[in-house]
């Protein structure tokens, strides 16, 4: 069992900023200005924020996919400037490959680190069955629906053992239902694992189930504006008006995005998202 060190400092966003520059039409997005947080070691932290606020753009600088203009991104305090073994990413799309079954996908990290099948064999296997996949180990993507695909891109985030999963707004694609019980899955492997997970949404109901605490990012340029931190177990989480605080704590996240989402709208001139 891996021990818990609770209090110690996993990942450090520090006054991060990051301005996108079109070199066909020389435009400038300024989309993260200041941007400083605090992921703590074994924390489940989802980050919240209106459409276009610039969630993925931090998701993909800590993942080292993207150079920031200025600031830092340190994880376990060391400086981050490219991809990791130890940040694994879950895609909004599965970003599977199409042309392998689930067993190849779920192992294609650890192939791409060498090891062979027999070591990858046990390994891929459990995961699958953690995901709830077995039995579909030989099929396609095209074979799968919506969650079983990103089952399978979960499973393959795990199997390479990060110690941060980086996950970008992976249940967006899914049907109400699966969603609900994919949520319900990831806290339950969050538990069994204890990896720090920095999970990216714009649903409320969805950070507010998820996390321990909720970071609130302003309309863009982003920033913090407000971490909510959410006590209430987990099990009593789905019905928020069966337990007053929760619900008091869902309309402070409510408040919080209708205002940037407001923001957003006002400042909008074009259909940027
Ligand atoms: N490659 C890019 N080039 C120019 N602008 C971009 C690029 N990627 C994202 N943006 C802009 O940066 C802002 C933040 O985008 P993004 O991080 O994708 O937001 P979110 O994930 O919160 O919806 C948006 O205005 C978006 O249009
Ligand atoms: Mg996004």
Same mark, same amino acid.
């Given at each position: ?13 520090? %006054? @991060?900023?990051?301005?996108?520059? %079109?070199? #066909?039409?020389?435009?400038?997005? @300024?989309?993260?200005?200041?941007? %400083?947080?605090?992921? #703590? %070691?074994?924390?489940? @932290? ?14 993909? /600088? /800590? ?8 600031? =830092? ?6 400086? $981050? ?20 079954? $689930? ?15 027999? #070591? ?10 953690? *995901? ?12 799968? !629906? ?6 399978? +891109? ?17 249940? +967006?694609? $899914?049907?109400?239902?699966?969603? /609900? ?9 969050? =538990? ?7 999970? *990216? ?25 407000? /971490? ?10 789905? =019905? +928020? ?8 704590? =869902? +309309?402070?996240?409510?408040? @919080? ?6 923001? !957003? ?9």
């Amino acid at each position: 069992m891996p021990t818990t060190t609770a209090t110690a400092t996993k990942i450090a966003v520090r %006054d @991060l900023v990051h301005r996108y520059y %079109d070199v #066909q039409s020389h435009a400038t997005t @300024l989309a993260i200005q200041g941007l %400083d947080l605090n992921v #703590q %070691d074994g924390e489940f @932290l989802s980050v919240l924020g209106p459409s276009g606020c610039g969630k993925s753009t931090l998701l993909y /600088i /800590i993942a080292g996919l993207i150079k920031p203009t200025s600031g =830092q991104i340190l994880v376990d305090g060391q400086v $981050v400037s490219k991809p990791g073994p130890d940040r694994g990413m879950v895609f909004q799309e599965y970003a599977l490959l199409p042309w392998k079954d $689930v067993r190849e996908n779920v192992g294609l990290g650890l192939k791409l680190r060498g090891l062979n099948q027999t #070591q990858r064999t046990p390994i891929v296997d459990r995961f699958i069955e953690m *995901v709830g996949l077995r039995g579909f180990e030989e099929k396609y993507p095209h074979e799968l !629906s919506g969650g079983m695909k990103q089952r399978a +891109a979960v499973a393959r985030t795990l199997a390479s053992d990060p110690k941060v999963m980086l996950m970008d707004e992976p249940f +967006a694609a $899914v049907d109400a239902q699966t969603r /609900i019980t994919m949520q319900e899955e990831l806290v339950r492997i969050w =538990q069994e694992t204890r990896k720090t997970i920095l999970f *990216v949404t714009h649903s409320v109901e969805e950070a507010a189930f998820l996390a321990d605490r909720v970071a609130v990012l302003k309309a863009r340029p982003s920033r913090v504006k407000e /971490i909510v931190t959410i006590t209430t177990p987990r099990t009593n989480r789905r =019905q +928020a008006d069966k337990d007053p605080e929760f619900g008091a704590v =869902q +309309a402070r996240l409510f408040d @919080l995005v209708r205002a940037e989402v407001k923001e !957003s709208g006002d400042s909008a001139t074009g259909s940027r998202h």
